[in-house]
């Protein structure tokens, strides 16, 4: 299979994203022909305004997927924006691109929603999910690992497809979503994990930050004293348990602290170091990329010229099939 995906560079990933997509990211570059880009013109469909922290991002995104364990040798990692195609493509298909799909992607109504301070009412952030499609159909990707909030654009994405092939001629592989199956990974006070609730534990934060954070997560409310029994299905330190430890802890703490038997501070301690011990390669990976611009630029460059082969040909079908190559 051809297997793409993108990422916006809106801030530094954290365990649920790390949990979520990359270790799914991971798997499937094991098998399959990989294609890992950072979204950098869809950030921009939000943050036109301040445009300030996207660079600082796009560099921070590809050092958590290389830290990770993303295999740029294997998979081909690069820059949406190094690639101009996406856009050349992106104008063609907005040729033939009905505003009322666009006006009906739920995402559409929702993020304006969500970003209320922002003005959203732009052409650009309108025509953000025929940017995405023009992102897959370059690689006439076969599937596409993305979480549910994508679905609605994995769907318009086949249905420009659909109306490109039957308007010219078929070049245009219509993908199928891979939905991400991990669950929703707690933040520290309870809720989902997301840099929105400001509850999360980031692959870049230090050891000290992230024992700092593990240890003052709430917990049982009901659970004031040392006696006081707890009631762990209600407690987010149970859930990086189910996450992390084995099932003989997790058989432990369910009853010990039914009981009052461990503590809260003991509890927790158990998490942060199987949390520790995950994140210990990554951060080592981190420092040798930061100390490394370069390694990064070469990556960068590398993946660019790799897709740039692929993109060039799509495109050059695409311009063929709508008979406007002269
Ligand atoms: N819209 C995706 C998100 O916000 C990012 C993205 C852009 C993407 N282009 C893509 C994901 C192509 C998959 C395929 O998460
Ligand atoms: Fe939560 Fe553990 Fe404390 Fe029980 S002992 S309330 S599971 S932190």
């Known amino acids: 299979m051809r297997v793409l995906s993108g990422m916006q560079p809106s801030g530094r990933l954290h365990l649920g994203n790390y949990l979520g997509a990359l270790t799914n990211w991971k798997t499937l570059q094991e098998d399959h022909t990989c294609f890992f880009f950072v979204a950098d013109w869809h950030a921009l469909s939000t943050n036109y305004e301040d445009t300030g922290l996207v660079t600082t991002y796009v560099r921070e995104l590809l050092i958590d997927w290389l830290a990770a364990g993303i295999d740029p040798e294997r998979s081909t990692v690069f820059i949406q924006s190094h690639v101009p195609e996406h ?20 995402t559409y109504k929702e993020k304006q929603e969500q970003l209320e301070g922002r003005d959203l009412s732009t052409h650009g952030f309108l025509g953000y999910p025929v940017l995405q499609a023009a992102d ?138 199987r949390v520790v011990a995950q994140l210990s390669p990554i951060w080592e990976a981190r420092s040798s990329l930061e100390a490394n611009p370069a390694k990064l630029d070469e990556v960068a460059r590398d993946g660019c010229d790799r897709a740039s082969k692929i993109s060039r040909q799509t495109l050059e079908e695409v311009k063929e099939a709508m008979k406007i190559s002269v």
């Not at 856009?87 to 739920?106: D, G, I, K």
């Open 136 to 273: 897959i159909l370059l690689y006439k990707a076969d599937a596409v690992p993305v979480g549910k909030d994508q679905l609605p654009h994995l769907e318009l994405t086949r249905e420009i497809a659909r109306r490109f092939n039957s308007l010219y001629t078929p070049v245009l592989v219509e993908p199928k979503e891979l939905l991400t199956e991990f669950p929703k990974v707690v933040g520290t006070d309870g809720r989902k994990m997301s840099k929105s609730y400001r509850n999360t534990i980031n692959l870049s934060d230090p050891e000290p930050t992230v024992r700092q954070t593990l240890k003052t997560m709430v917990t049982d409310p009901a659970r004031v004293k040392r006696t006081d029994p707890g009631n762990p299905e209600i407690c987010p330190v149970f859930e990086f348990h189910k996450i992390y430890s084995d099932a003989t802890v997790i058989d432990q703490v369910n009853e010990e602290c039914r009981t009052a038997k461990i503590g809260c501070i003991d509890c927790k301690k158990f998490v942060a170091d």
């Open 87 to 106: 856009a050349v493509l992106q104008l063609l298909l907005s040729m033939l691109t009905p505003v009322s799909w666009l006006e009906r992607n739920p």
